[in-house]
């Protein structure tokens, strides 16, 4: 079972109005359990899963309206640059409390361990840090808002 069935597994219970749903395969244990403030889900693998440090895109990107000779270009230059992707499922932050300022704006530079953002996952906050030095180019996620695994977080320039 791979993480986007697990996430459908989480949908599918969410919307059917279930209190707790257990699922027992050969090598995984799934337990689901809403209704209380807050959904908990317990997943249990026989082989420890490695989660690289990537995450995939939640909305597709909207195309805008423009000739394929200026999009060629376009896609040449996000070819150099770096996608900085999230490690987990959760919630994207990009301070460490409200009153608090960014971890990082478009334009900074930043060094390999560099905290970027925070990712809460199950009341955990994680920070995230930088794998490669540079400078921000774009923050691809609006604060508080959440992302799944391995999906772009910032473009980074690493020249």
């Given at each position: ?6 996430q ?14 257990k ?8 337990t689901?359990?809403?209704g ?19 995450q995939q ?18 896609a ?19 301070k ?14 930043i060094k ?12 955990l ?14 923050v ?5 808002s ?14």
């Amino acid at each position: 079972m791979d993480i986007k069935e697990i996430q459908n597994l989480i949908k599918f219970v969410a919307k059917s109005g279930a209190s707790e749903v257990k699922l027992e395969m050969d090598d995984i244990k799934i337990t689901i359990r809403t209704g209380s403030d807050a959904d908990v889900t317990y997943v249990s693998q026989a082989p420890p899963m490695q989660m690289a440090p990537v995450q995939q895109a939640a909305h597709a990107p909207v195309a805008s309206e423009t000739p394929a000779a200026t999009a060629a270009p376009a896609a040449e230059s996000i070819d150099k640059y770096v996608t900085v992707k999230s490690p987990i499922i959760g919630t994207f932050y990009r301070k460490s409390s409200p009153d608090k300022p960014s971890f990082v704006e478009v334009g900074d530079s930043i060094k390999e361990g560099d905290t970027l953002c925070i990712i809460e996952a199950m009341k955990l906050f994680n920070e995230i840090e930088s794998e490669v030095s540079g400078t921000i180019v774009k923050v691809l996620i609006d604060d508080s808002s959440p992302v799944e695994f391995d999906q772009p977080l910032f473009l980074v320039d690493p020249s």
